[in-house]
């Protein structure tokens, strides 16, 4: 055999390795919310496999699981969290976690099976809202919105219950897992649940809410989080496109009528 030949072998058997990589799936674990989540990132993996990204997507039902295994390995991403939750749960757990693209805007609403209106809420009503310092926030601002209380100046969008320095009709608020909210409405006056959690309870913001916050320039906007140190390599901005992608976007605004909306 002569070298010639061996050296031209070698150099096939180089390109055949070398194209198999190349052509290779890559492979992601990513966390999100059920309902809502669970059918968008359907359609995200059906197209991120195209791109040659294999996705596993893993669904929560709970608001602090998904970053706690996020940073500590089990997951490789997560999307199910607005930048504010991010932020807060960073700063208070230490989490090396960074958000790498926007997804949705879920516009939070408030929902009554015992009032028509925000008028009907009568002096002393038991209002609920999520237990998390963000989401909680996002529900006192509506509340504040609608003239229903008045919160402390220079509280941002994370005040508390203790920040309420106005409070004339004299609500009482229960603070609940974000989760537990729409089972527990029968036993409120009315409460303030996340998107998320009210279409799986079949209620639609926009048609079964007695007030909804504003969709423009709303902060809450919901993102993309992997570990800090993983941020800048190539598979996710693989995963990035995959998502932000117009087909995606199609699928949101029919699939939801306007309830969840696309931010990119």
């Known amino acids: ?54 996705l596993q997507v893993i669904v929560f039902n709970d608001y602090l699981l998904p970053n706690a295994a996020l940073d500590g390995g089990d997951l490789d991403a997560n999307a199910f969290q607005h930048k504010p939750f991010l932020d807060n749960q960073i700063a208070v757990r230490g989490y090396k976690i960074s ?34 310092p963000s989401n909680g926030g996002r529900a006192l601002l509506l509340l504040q919105q609608q003239g229903l209380i008045k919160l402390r100046e220079g509280t941002g969008i994370t ?38 959690y009210a279409l799986q309870a079949n209620l639609h913001p926009g048609k079964d809410s007695i007030a909804v916050e504003s969709s423009k320039d709303n902060p809450y906007g919901n993102v993309i989080a992997v570990r800090t140190v993983d941020k800048d390599k190539p598979v996710f901005k693989l995963l990035v496109s995959a998502y932000q992608n117009d087909e995606v976007r199609r699928f949101i605004l029919k699939q939801f009528d306007g309830a969840i909306l696309p931010v990119f």
Not at 179 to 190: E, G
């Open 99 to 132: 958000a790498i693209a926007g997804t949705i805007v879920e516009p939070i609403g408030l929902y009554s099976v015992k009032v028509k209106s925000v008028a009907g809420l009568a002096d002393g009503a038991q209002l609920g809202i999520p237990n998390d």
């Open 159 to 196: 005040p508390s219950v203790r920040d309420i320095v106005a409070n004339s009709h004299k609500f009482k608020f229960r603070e609940l897992d974000a989760a537990q909210l729409p089972r527990s409405l029968r036993d409120l006056d009315a409460a303030v649940i996340n998107t998320n």
């Open 1 to 54: 055999m002569s070298k010639q030949w061996l050296v031209v072998s070698a150099c096939a058997l180089l390109c055949v390795l070398g194209s198999g990589a190349v052509g290779a799936q890559q492979r992601l674990k990513v966390g999100v919310s059920g309902g809502d989540g669970e059918l968008i990132w359907a359609k995200v993996k059906e197209i991120a496999a195209q791109k040659g990204v294999d």
